[in-house]
């Protein structure tokens, strides 16, 4: 073939060169993503591998066949970097949920970010009325998950992040078909759920159970002969009369044939008539008033300061407290502890959550005397021996398999009024009453999710380093540039 002759011709074939080049680059581009999107490989080389979900976490995924919606209200705030650092560990976890499940055209999970002060009235339509919160959603099934459930927290300071364990728990609560009921007792003068009064009115408390994905209703026992079967636990809120020897008999088959869960809130001054059913599970409710004279133990109003004990920090009822040192408003309470004469039973384990100061407490014996509580060391309980929450849970080993199943657990309080209307609000009282319902219902089960760690770098630099850092920076490095530019300009020179 003859060269061309023209200039001409030149021209169009080197237009038509450039327009085939450009042709062949978009071709390859277009391939190339097309690949990407449907063929993708994504390699996690991060040492504590923070971009990829666990096992247990992917498997869950893959059979959800329900839509799930998560809202996160965190915000990349400059000035608080508690929440700028949740709002980043949240984001690049949720995007794996996301990658997870974009195949699953029936169980997708999606996540949307919400500023709750600039999008008032979408927060509004979804209920939400506070920032710094994730919100799980199915249907109409929803779960909150507070900052404070997304860190492992010890001496006040983040040691691991538990974001993937609170929400493949969540996700798992709220695409169940079935919500976990929760019975209120009646019939001997409990708390109503349905009163809205501040002293012993519960309509707060129903509203955050319900808020939690849980069913609410009252039961009297008087009335029936069976505790009702979807009963996921119990509550005596507050009961200022005895429990019979046959209603207290039936709460006994519930919890030992059925491993059944029980909340028991049992102030002072009111026999509950359920002293037998205690001692089956290891538990005393002593006839005595806690009183605290120390600087920080009892404020002017009368309210008892709480502490977790040891035994506390690492139960799950009562561990996020512990963790972040958060204090407990109780009002006038009993002692209910470690009967000390309980059955030897291998099987059950009772555990001493909260307490009041053992150095300035004490139980009085003689509260209904008019006179100022004064600690008698031959009638009152010392402090050392005092707790105010106790749990207990019976464990039974299957055959000779290595693990055990649990069985029926309960936990009793030595106050009632601090999950009323009033008082709910406490920091703290909230926390532990709906901690001790998820332990109740099995919703604290430890899924086999790792803890990711918070890898943190400090750079630790003395005067004289920070010297030589300095003049490497500003002398060094520019010198540098500029020999190797005058070699290579007298290179080329000669």
Not at 193 to 219: C, H, M, W, Y
Not at 236 to 248: D, K, L, S, V
Not at 328 to 356: A, H, K, W
Not at 358 to 374: D, F, I, M, T
Request: charged residues 25%.
């Amino acid at each position: 073939m003859s060269a061309p002759t023209s200039f001409r011709t030149v021209r169009w074939v080197r237009t038509l060169n450039l327009l085939a080049q450009a042709v062949l680059f978009i071709t390859l581009f277009a391939g190339l993503n097309t690949l990407a999107v449907h063929y993708a490989w994504r390699f996690d080389l991060t040492k504590s591998h923070r971009h990829s979900l666990s096992p247990e976490t992917l498997s869950y995924l893959k059979k959800l066949d329900v839509p799930v919606r998560i809202v996160v209200t965190l915000t990349d705030d400059g000035e608080n970097e508690q929440v700028s650092q949740a709002y980043r560990d949240v984001g690049a976890l949720l995007r794996e949920y996301g990658y997870a499940t974009e195949n699953n055209d029936k169980g997708r999970v999606t996540t949307e970010f919400i500023d709750v002060f600039q999008r008032r009235r979408d927060a509004e339509a979804l209920g939400i009325d506070q920032s710094n919160i994730v919100l799980v959603m199915c249907g109409d099934k929803r779960r909150i998950v507070k900052l404070d459930d997304l860190y492992d927290v010890k001496d006040q300071e983040k040691k691991g992040f538990l974001g993937e364990k609170a929400f493949t728990a969540a996700i798992l609560d709220v695409s169940s078909p079935a919500r976990k009921k929760i019975y209120f007792l009646q019939g001997h003068g409990e708390m109503q759920l349905d009163d809205v009064s501040p002293g012993r009115g519960l309509s707060s408390l129903k509203s955050e159970l319900i808020s939690r994905n849980f069913d609410v209703a009252q039961f009297d026992p008087s009335t029936h002969r069976k505790i009702p079967d979807d009963a996921a636990a119990l509550v005596i809120a507050g009961p200022q009369g005895r429990y019979t020897p046959e209603e207290q008999e039936m709460l006994r088959q519930y919890l030992s044939t059925r491993a059944g869960r029980l909340l028991a809130l049992l102030p002072p001054m009111y026999p509950s008539g359920l002293d037998d059913l205690l001692y089956e599970w290891g538990l005393l409710a002593d006839d005595v008033v806690i009183y605290d004279n120390g600087s920080a133990g009892q404020n002017d109003n009368g309210d008892l300061i709480l502490v977790p004990t040891d035994a506390g920090a690492t139960h799950p009822t009562t561990k996020k407290l512990a963790d972040y040192r958060i204090p407990l408003r109780f009002g006038l309470s009993r002692s209910i502890r470690p009967d000390p004469g309980r059955p030897l039973d291998n099987n059950l384990l009772v555990s001493p959550l909260v307490r009041s100061d053992p150095a300035s407490s004490w139980g009085e014996h003689n509260y209904r005397e008019r006179s100022a509580p004064v600690f008698d060391a031959n009638v009152d309980l010392k402090g050392d021996v005092l707790a105010v929450v106790t749990a207990s849970e019976r464990v039974t080993a299957q055959g000779n398999l290595p693990f055990s199943v649990p069985g029926g657990r309960v936990i009793a309080f030595g106050s009632a009024d601090w999950i009323a209307n009033a008082r709910l609000g406490v920091i703290g009282n909230l926390t532990l009453f709906m901690s001790a319902v998820d332990w109740a219902t099995d919703r604290d089960v430890d899924l086999s999710v790792p803890i990711r760690p918070i890898s943190k770098f400090q750079l630790s630099l003395n005067q004289d380093q920070l010297r030589h850092l300095r003049y490497s920076l500003f002398l060094l490095l520019p010198g540098a540039a500029a020999l190797l530019g005058t070699i290579v300009y007298w290179t080329r020179r000669n």
